[in-house]
Nanobody, 128 residues
Framework: QVQLVESGGGLVQAGGSLRLSCAASARIFSMYNMGWFRQAPGKEREFVAAIRRSGGAPYYADSVKGRCTMSRDSAKNTAYLQMNSLKPEDAAVYYC?????????????????????WGQGTQVTVSS
């Protein structure tokens, strides 16, 4: 059983930065794709960023490309999402997710249906 625990959310002014962390209960990065998703009130959960289990450059949603950087530290079993130049529309609950797929193309990585493990979420609030 994989457990994921997010942290790092909070209240920040527009233009500010936050770094979200996702601590995994086991060494999973070589076995599972890792993703960040977010969900704002009244909206569906949406893809933010993901890293393939095989490594390589992360995928990003167009809405955060150039402002967010996803990384992982295998020694710490922790994935990160560095978010800069935050906008009010970035406000949401951010979820970390892990999942296994044979195919690791962008469409697969962007779908929440392909992630079987989820954290409890961390709230990000951006004031204008």
């Amino acid at each position: 059983q994989v457990q994921l625990v997010e942290s790092g959310g909070g209240l920040v002014q527009a233009g500010g930065s936050l770094r979200l962390s996702c601590a995994a209960s086991a060494r999973i990065f070589s076995m599972y794709n890792m993703g960040w998703f977010r969900q704002a009130p009244g909206k569906e959960r949406e893809f933010v960023a993901a890293i393939r289990r095989s490594g390589g450059a992360p995928y990003y949603a167009d809405s955060v490309k150039g402002r967010c950087t996803m990384s992982r530290d295998s020694a710490k079993n922790t994935a990160y999402l560095q978010m800069n130049s935050l906008k009010p529309e970035d406000a949401a609950v951010y979820y970390c997710a892990a999942g296994f797929t044979l195919d690791q193309n962008e469409a697969v990585m962007m779908s929440p249906d392909n992630y079987g493990y989820w954290g409890q979420g961390t709230q990000v609030t951006v004031s204008s």
